[in-house]
Nanobody
Framework: QVQLVESGGGLVRPGGSLRLTCAASGSSVDEYAIGWFRQAPGKEREGVSCITDTGHGTYYADSVKGRFTISRDNTKNTVYLQMNSLKPEDTAVYYC?????????????????WGQGTQVTVSS
């Protein structure tokens, strides 16, 4: 079992920055890849970024490349999502998920565990 807790969301102006944190606990957390997803009202949950268990592999959605950076600290069982140059269209509830093996990092069906989400609102 893996438990995930997201934090760091909030209200920010366009062009601003936020850092989201996904704190993981449970067995063998460092054997899981961690993905960040987001879901806006009326839309499906979409993949934002993913980092492999070792941290050596990272993946990004085209919409966030160059603006978001994912990282992890396995000594703290924590994964971060640094979000810069935020846009109103980034507004959503952000979730982290854990997956042991994946073919498509952005496929929600492949994830084994999910957190409860944190709200990010980008507005002037």
């Amino acid at each position: 079992q893996v438990q995930l807790v997201e934090s760091g969301g909030g209200l920010v102006r366009p062009g601003g920055s936020l850092r989201l944190t996904c704190a993981a606990s449970g067995s063998s957390v460092d054997e899981y890849a961690i993905g960040w997803f987001r879901q806006a009202p009326g839309k499906e949950r979409e993949g934002v970024s993913c980092i492999t268990d070792t941290g050596h592999g990272t993946y990004y959605a085209d919409s966030v490349k160059g603006r978001f950076t994912i990282s992890r600290d396995n000594t703290k069982n924590t994964v971060y999502l640094q979000m810069n140059s935020l846009k109103p269209e980034d507004t959503a509830v952000y979730y982290c998920g854990a997956v042991s093996l994946f073919d498509d990092w952005s496929d929600t069906n492949e994830y084994d565990y999910w957190g409860q989400g944190t709200q990010v609102t980008v507005s002037s």
